[in-house]
């Protein structure tokens, strides 16, 4: 393994973590990521928000992510020619001076129809001259392009707020970039009453601020966007989910869900995806905590097109009327303070303009539930290799044994046995295990199945004392997926 050949790897990491590096390059990578940790931390950057204000609850680390589409098929090529040739084709530089966000075939009908509102405007910040060339004021999100030049330096970044003329204020929602130069800021969908929005660019680091006044008429867009009640409601396990709304935008379609269940002692939550449990604690005086989340598929290595579809636990739709699946990018969960259930809403891709029937299959969710009994093990953690442990955590029919603990690259690993599972699936149950450091309960860890009936929990920290606590807080329990079919 030579720094060459992690320089390579890292230009190709974008488009690998969106499925688009198949073939031999897949595989050239995933060979590489085996041996070589430092490559394997910088794909987890890529699948995380890359600015922290609109990072979620699980992942709090702002980080960069790369682009979609075309762009990513057009350097897959280039990195094909460069494994094979040993050319150094620098392809960060392709099409220099354009934003190459462009290229994201989420935004090709926009394009096709012209919608985009052209801004093309230049303002200095400090050391940078910040240029916002487009804005697309969709229904479903407001997406900000604009390019920075020199490029950024270390940690510098950039935050981005928007307000209109009727001084309604829009949040974040999500921003990514390419090499610290073109970025892409999605927001808030634009109130169809403004006629002018403001940006402002700021950065810790720098003094002053860039603002940036545009005219604009969301109406344009909107005449040619959908907007749905479906109100449609199914049953799984105990649990209500509901579609209430969908906005089915040129650049994404948004379909907004409600999940409700039994406030029962014993139930701990329930987890959409595989994602933890979400709750709302209570308190003499209401609620004392909520939460949100961001969660986005991972890509199947290798696969063109992945999370189209492919089996996993994330939400599904397929165009009926075309007989073509829509990609999710991503799913957004919050608590409700008021009924103590979830909040939320998948994010698809644009739907085509000649869909009029889709096929939504929920993600798998997970009804938690308490233990009869707390059960802590209080441990000394070791400060090298691993220790073994022999301690057993029960949860009705099932038991974990948990065997060793063991620091692996600065992460907290749990290697556990589990029985009483009967004949169900390794991913029908799903523990629920906190690690306490200090007076604080962890929580989050990451869950891997192991051969045969082993599962490893890993906590992506280091408590700053040797003596900790592992607890089961809860296990959850998988529910039947439900269809929903929405006529548009």
């Keep these: 393994m030579t720094d060459r050949e992690c320089q390579i790897i890292r230009d190709l990491l974008p488009i690998y973590n969106d499925g688009e590096a198949g073939g031999a390059t897949g595989e050239f990578v995933e060979q590489h990521l085996e041996k070589c940790a430092g490559c394997r931390e910088l794909l987890a950057t890529y699948r995380q928000p890359v600015f922290p204000g609109v990072s979620d609850a699980t992942y709090s680390t702002p980080k960069k992510t790369g682009f979609a589409g075309r762009f990513r098929r057009v350097a897959a090529l280039a990195m094909v020619i460069l494994l094979f040739t040993a050319t150094a084709i620098a392809w960060a530089s392709y099409n220099a001076g354009k934003n190459l966000a462009l290229r994201d075939p989420s935004f090709q009908q926009a394009e096709k129809m012209d919608l985009f509102t052209e801004v093309n405007k230049s303002k200095k910040l400090g050391p940078y001259v910040v240029t916002v060339n487009r804005v697309l004021l969709d229904t479903a999100r407001t997406t900000v392009f604009y390019q920075v030049e020199p490029a950024m330096e270390g940690g510098d970044f950039l935050e981005v707020s928007m307000t209109d003329d009727k001084g309604v204020n829009y949040q974040p929602r999500s921003g990514r970039g390419l090499h610290s130069k073109n970025f892409v800021y999605d927001l808030e969908p634009v109130n169809l009453d403004a006629e002018k929005i403001t940006l402002t660019f700021n950065s810790d680091s720098i003094p002053v601020e860039a603002r940036f006044t545009i005219p604009v008429d969301p109406t ?59 709750y709302t604690e209570m308190g003499p005086n209401g609620p004392t905590i909520a939460e949100t989340r961001i969660s986005r598929p991972l890509p199947a290595p290798g696969i063109k097109g992945a999370n189209t579809g492919l089996p996993g636990p994330w939400a599904r739709m397929v165009d009926l009327t075309n007989g073509k699946k829509v990609k999710l990018r991503e799913t957004r969960t919050s608590t409700d303070t008021i009924t103590g259930g979830i909040d939320g809403a998948f994010h698809f891709n644009a739907v085509d303009p000649s869909a009029r029937e889709l096929e939504l299959t929920s993600p798998v969710l997970y009804l938690y539930r308490f233990p009869e009994q707390e059960q802590v093990l209080e441990m000394e953690i070791p400060r090298e290799g691993e220790k073994t442990v022999n301690k057993i955590f029960k949860w009705g029919p099932l038991s974990y044994t948990l065997e060793k603990v063991a620091l692996e690259d600065e992460k907290l690993a749990f290697y556990l046995e589990y029985s009483g599972a009967g004949d169900k699936p390794s991913d029908y149950y799903r523990p629920d295990f906190r690690l306490k450091a200090g007076k604080i309960w962890r929580k989050g860890p990451v869950l891997e199945p192991q051969d045969g009936s082993r599962v490893k929990v890993t906590f992506h920290f280091l408590p700053d004392t040797e003596e900790t606590a592992l607890k089961l807080r809860s296990v959850g329990e998988k529910l039947e997926r439900v269809e929903f079919k929405i006529l548009l």
């Design 220 to 278: 344009l867009v909107a005449q040619n966007t959908r907007e749905l009640y479906p109100n449609l409601t199914a049953q799984t396990g105990p649990v209500e989910l509901s579609i209430d709304r969908a906005v089915l935008g040129l650049s994404e379609s948004i379909f907004f869900f409600r999940a409700r269940w039994p406030l029962e002692p014993g139930i701990a939550g329930v987890g959409v995806e595989t994602a933890p449990p979400m």
